[in-house]
T-cell receptor
Framework: AQTVTQSQPEMSVQEAETVTLSCTYD???????LFWYKQPPSRQMILVIR??????QNATENRFSVNFQKAAKSFSLKISDSQLGDTAMYFC??????????????FGQGTILTVHP | NAGVTQTPKFQVLKTGQSMTLQCAQD?????MYWYRQDPGMGLRLIYY???????DKGEVPNGYNVSRLNKREFSLRLESAAPSQTSVYFC????????????FGDGTRLSIL
């Protein structure tokens, strides 16, 4: 069974500053992939960034980047130049890449991020 | 672009009533999923359908049934609703392939009194 732990229930940051959200996971698989999803107050689930476990290079999407440490099973999200629209709940998730996994996601408990003006 | 559409958006039921939540996707995705989201917890998988004609249990299937009606539609049924099933329900779909993300609907807020 997979588990995902987000140890920060809430975080806050000033607009234009940088913030890092933590995530650790556990899986017995060697091949898997990781995601960060954002859930604003509208309740939509929006993909922020994804990373394949076999890739050493950390994924980057505009102001969002990850620090993927496979040996430590850590997958943190860094948001640079924070904007008010980044205020949301952020979920870390893991999915096995195996043929019978069918992309099933295991989610962490979420971190509520508030960006202050 | 519709993406994943869930109906209804809100519903209030009495204990013991039955209800079907509908989900449809227009992205020609093979796999579809149902999750529930409870306060203070992440999304948990109820059931999934890897492809048309197949369904399988997820982490929390008790009290639910599903039907993969065709490639587009995947419904979730509560036969006898219980207060413990009060939650926000999300449907998602995904195209087959490595590293492909799931695309989510806007959720159904279900309250059972």
């Amino acid at each position: 069974a997979q588990t995902v732990t987000q140890s920060q229930p809430e975080m806050s940051v000033q607009e234009a500053e940088t913030v890092t959200l933590s995530c650790t996971y556990d899986t017995s698989e060697n091949n898997y992939y990781l995601f960060w999803y954002k859930q604003p107050p509208s309740r939509q689930m929006i993909l922020v960034i994804r990373q394949e476990a076999y890739k050493q290079q950390n994924a980057t999407e505009n102001r969002f980047s990850v620090n993927f440490q496979k040996a430590a099973k850590s997958f943190s999200l860094k948001i640079s130049d924070s904007q008010l629209g980044d205020t949301a709940m952020y979920f870390c998730a893991v999915a096995n890449a195996g043929g019978t996994s069918y992309g099933k996601l295991t989610f962490g408990q979420g971190t509520i991020l508030t960006v202050h003006p | 672009n519709a993406g994943v559409t869930q109906t209804p958006k809100f519903q209030v039921l009495k204990t013991g009533q039955s209800m079907t939540l509908q989900c449809a996707q227009d992205m020609n995705h093979n796999s579809m999923y149902w999750y529930r989201q409870d306060p203070g917890m992440g999304l948990r998988l109820i059931y999934y359908s890897a492809s048309e004609g197949t369904t399988d249990k997820g982490e929390v299937p008790n009290g639910y049934n599903v039907s993969r009606l065709n490639k587009r539609e995947f419904s979730l049924r509560l036969e006898s609703a219980a207060p413990s099933q009060t939650s926000v329900y999300f449907c998602a779909s995904r195209v087959t392939g490595r590293n492909q993300p799931q695309h989510f609907g806007d959720g159904t807020r279900l309250s059972i009194l």
